[in-house]
């Protein structure tokens, strides 16, 4: 059996939705390119990343409540349900404490993005939480306000209040928006195993500094062909990623090997991906893969999109 997986974002968990409810699609993230500075005097880095949504998503459904309740299927292992542990829990309280009211409302959350592979899917639950309650709930939050709420939550968390391409600096909340000219896909390799954010900037914080590098012209990129993009980029957490987790670094010199082209670490890992220009030839570089690769290892063909509004529907 292929361990390919066709990202839909269509997939609902089993749930019945009422008039009142709503359903929202939640994107994953990759990083085209990260370059990372010096520890501030606060604990926090600086970075600079193209960002941009694809079209792997977990999806939301929200119904009115007496109480605050959370459940999570899917790709569950290891997440917890409780309400402060999880992001999506921690984003309902956090709106209806700006909008001084209890928080009532029941979240299936059905996960379709692992956990601790560097694409953002808990940041996204966590926006996609404040955009549905601020519907579901009525609450006067502006869009700026709901940002503000959403930068407490975590650093990636305001990219995904707008869901568009765009190059993030700072924590990840200056978000400039970049619009693609042309296509591109990705081939997202995912091992069974996470990476440790916090180890690898601890990593990162501990080695030599890295080479000086040409800054890279993200407004030139947007233009490129993804064997350009590829050439271009670079990860500055990718050599702190490897020493935390050696098996990653082995895993993309095998990669390498089979698809005899560069392999990219999304943000701190542990996911890897290819970059390429047409769907066809996505599928085709994903077969390869799961034939050659360890069953364990998931093989996602996606879309790198322009913009992926989480879409509302009630």
Known sequence: MSNSVTADHNILPPHST?????TIHAPAKLNLGLRVFPRRPDGFHDIESWFVPISLCDTLIFQKADVLTLTVTG???????????????????????????????????????????????????????????????????????????????????????????????????????????????????????????KEVYQAFDHQSPPPSRAAIHWKELAYQTAAHISTAIYNDLETPAFAVTPALRDLRFEINAIAKCPVHVSGSGSTLFILIDQPAAAESMAELLARALNQKIHIVPVQIEQTLPVSLKA
């Open 18 to 22: 009422e008039d009142a409810a709503i």
């Open 75 to 197: 790709l569950s292992a290891g997440l917890s349900s409780a309400l402060e542990d999880n992001l999506v829990g921690r984003a309902a309280i956090a709106l209806a404490r700006a909008a001084k009211i209890d928080p009532k409302a029941d979240i299936h959350l059905h996960k379709l993005i692992p956990t601790g592979g560097g694409l953002g899917g808990g940041s996204s639950d966590a926006a996609a939480t404040l955009l549905a309650l601020r519907q579901l709930w009525n609450v006067s939050i502006s869009s700026s306000e709901l940002r503000s709420i959403a930068a407490q939550l975590g650093s990636d968390v305001p990219f995904f209040i707008d869901g568009q391409s765009a190059i993030c600096r700072g924590r990840g909340e200056s978000i400039e928006p970049l619009p693609l000219h042309r296509p591109l896909f990705a081939v997202l390799i995912i091992p069974p195993y996470g990476t440790s954010t």
